[in-house]
């Protein structure tokens, strides 16, 4: 079965600062990943997806990841973190059969911002 | 363009009641799925409905049913509510031709 593990449930980094968080996967194929943001009492924003092709992806928000295969991870990165980007974020992969799709996250982890 | 909507956004319930949560997709998407995420965790996936029918059903309960409409809204009902059912619950649209889904804003349920 699939699994996704986030290893870092909290980081603490000053504005300005660049950013990287952990996601590694388990999956049997080639996996559709995915990085979501979640602020307080709110829902999922997709940040940025990867299926195929190019290994490094932009998202939104000045975000970015790359797939590494070798090492079944898809971190999370961002040159400079400015204060809004305090908030949770969670790795996903996806499970596709047919029609059927299921996504699987990790457990989260939780960026604080200091000024 | 309307992203994913949910009702209510906050309810409270007493335990062994029974709730449902509605859920609007975005427009020209067919597919909706539930998820619960309790409190400090990553959401957990309950259903996917796809052209009415159940496509795909996680680890939960059979006190947890939904279903899909015509116009592809969807409910979740939960029955005999039980305190551990206290999570927000979140739906989600697919966009097929991407293979992403997009996220509402959640229902956040306190079961007391």
């Known amino acids: 079965a699939q699994s996704v593990t986030q290893p870092d449930i909290h980081i603490t980094v000053s504005e300005g600062a660049s950013l990287e968080l952990r996601c590694n996967y388990s999956y049997g194929a080639t996996p559709y990943l995915f990085w979501y943001v979640q602020s307080p009492g709110q829902g999922l924003q997709l940040l940025l997806k990867y299926f195929s092709g190019d290994t490094l992806v932009q998202g939104i928000k000045g975000f970015e990841a790359e797939f590494k295969r070798s090492q079944s991870s898809f971190n999370l990165r961002k040159p400079s973190v400015h204060w809004s980007d305090a908030a949770e974020y969670f790795c996903?992969?996806?499970?596709?059969?047919?029609?059927?799709?299921?996504?699987?996250f990790g457990t989260g982890t939780r960026l604080q911002v200091t000024l | 363009d309307a992203g994913v909507t949910q009702s209510p956004t906050h309810l409270i319930k007493t335990r062994g009641q029974q709730v449902t949560l509605r859920c609007s997709p975005i427009?020209?998407?067919?597919?909706v799925s539930w998820y619960q995420q309790v409190l400090g965790q990553g959401p957990q996936f309950i259903f996917q409905?796809?052209?009415?029918?159940?496509?795909g059903r996680g680890n939960f309960p059979d006190r947890f049913s939904a279903r899909q409409f015509p116009n592809y809204s969807s409910e979740l009902n939960v029955n005999a509510l039980l305190l551990g059912d206290s999570a927000l619950y979140l739906c989600a649209s697919k966009d097929y031709a991407t293979e992403t889904q997009y996220f509402g804003p959640g229902t956040r349920l306190l079961v007391l």
């Open positions: 996903a992969v996806v499970l596709v059969t047919g029609t059927a799709s299921k996504l699987t």
């Open positions: 409905y796809y052209e009415k029918e159940e496509r």
């Open positions: 427009s020209g998407h067919k597919s």
